[in-house]
């Protein structure tokens, strides 16, 4: 007997099929030689030694469920904050959590809205549970407080906003996120993603948790990815009004947070040194990179992350995708990001001092030859 085509198959539902999936950062794997891996934003000083040994003891005891809670990582957090713990929702990387509220408030055709660059995954989360992604445009590379309302309608369950934005590195202050707030209804959920907080050094910017402590419907995530050095373990989390948390707990799997990332967590929020050893850096090393880029012709976004967006000249031989082979062909990897539109740009994780040194020395050849 032949079999019926596609009728007979198993079939997603029809958002899943819009979905690009999500290609991470180059990681030069294989390609023999010293590699730099630039690609991901992942930090150069690598995690806390603290949290490394913790996570070395929590192997010990892998026949063991985790607590499901996170009880002592959320304890931990709330200390480090000045947050009620019980508001804290812990996760397999914040990412996890964009999924979670994705699938908790969008139903079939409901909205989200994010800037025009904004991070992909809230694009590939709306998709997954059925709903429809709406991106509104942006200035300047930053995110426009006016077309982002106006892109909401009575469909629009969820705004998300990187605050610094990744791929851009751009930001918005802190008055401009309370008039994106102010100009939602309640029940539509402004999510502010802060994962590059801690680096940013600005007076008007804020990461969201004023915000959330006063409305009832903000949520901040926040990542163990990127200053804390511990992108391996996937480990994130939302400070939210307690209804919201209600519901994460409910969609959420029972232990989503695995034990050793339960114990690297607590250690690493607890060694304050590992994360101004990390600031310290970026602040020399970010504007030293913005300067040698500006020198050699290569115009970079104005960053508050830890990383920069390299725009490439419209000329033969000296796009973008020829930078990025020939960095490659050097041990140099980085980010190439057309799929956020941005083909003519690359976006460059700060590294260590030889990467940063190497990958503009190898720029200004390339854009000498
Ligand atoms: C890296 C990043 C994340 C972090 O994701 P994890 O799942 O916690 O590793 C979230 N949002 C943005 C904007 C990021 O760049």
Same mark, same amino acid.
């Given at each position: 007997m032949s079999s019926t085509p596609s009728a007979s198959t198993p079939q997603p539902r029809d958002s899943i099929l819009e979905i690009n999936a999500y290609v991470p950062g180059a990681s030069g794997e294989g390609s023999g030689g010293t590699v730099h891996k630039? $690609? $991901?934003?992942?930090? !150069?000083? /690598? =995690?806390s030694p603290q949290a490394v040994a913790a996570f070395r003891s929590a192997a010990e005891h892998l026949e063991a469920y985790p607590d499901g809670s996170a009880h002592a990582l959320r304890t931990a957090i709330g200390a480090k904050y000045g +947050?009620? !713990?019980?508001?804290i929702v812990c996760a397999n990387g914040s990412d996890e959590l964009i999924s979670l509220i994705c699938t908790a408030y969008l139903g079939p055709g409901d909205e989200t809205v994010y800037s025009q660059h904004g991070f992909l995954m809230y694009k590939i989360s709306t998709l997954a549970a059925g709903g429809r992604p709406v991106a509104a445009p942006e200035t300047d590379l930053t995110a426009n407080v006016d077309a982002m309302l106006a892109a909401v *309608?009575?469909? *629009?369950r969820v705004v998300f906003l990187a605050? !610094?934005?990744? =791929? *851009?590195?751009t930001y918005l202050p802190f008055d401009e996120v309370r008039r994106l707030h102010a100009g939602l209804p309640g029940d539509t959920l402004l999510v502010i993603?802060? &994962? #590059? &907080?801690?680096y940013v050094r600005r007076n008007d910017y804020e990461a969201g948790i004023e915000l959330v402590a006063t409305a009832r419907n903000v949520v901040m995530t926040r990542t163990f $990815?990127?200053? #804390? /050095? +511990?992108a391996g373990l996937r480990l994130g989390w939302a400070y939210c009004p307690e209804p919201v948390a209600d519901i994460l707990h409910r969609v959420r799997g029972p232990f989503n947070v695995n034990a050793p990332a339960i114990a690297a967590g607590v250690a690493a929020i607890n060694d304050s040194a590992q994360v101004d050893a990390s600031v310290d850096h970026n602040d020399t090393w970010l504007p030293w990179l913005a300067g040698e880029f500006a020198a050699i012709g290569i115009e970079t976004a104005p960053s508050v992350g830890n990383f920069l967006l390299l725009r490439f000249p419209d000329a033969e031989g000296r796009r973008a995708a020829d930078a990025n082979a020939f960095l490659q062909e050097r041990g140099v990897f980085i980010r190439a990001v057309g799929g956020y539109g941005l083909p003519d740009c690359l976006r460059m994780t700060v590294g260590t001092e030889e990467a940063n040194r190497l990958t503009v020395a190898a720029l200004t050849e390339f854009m000498n030859r």
């Open positions: 630039l $690609s $991901s934003n992942e930090s !150069p000083l /690598g =995690p +947050l009620d !713990p019980a508001r *309608t009575a469909r *629009t605050n !610094p934005n990744n =791929p *851009t590195g993603d802060a &994962a #590059y &907080a801690e $990815s990127k200053i #804390y /050095g +511990l």
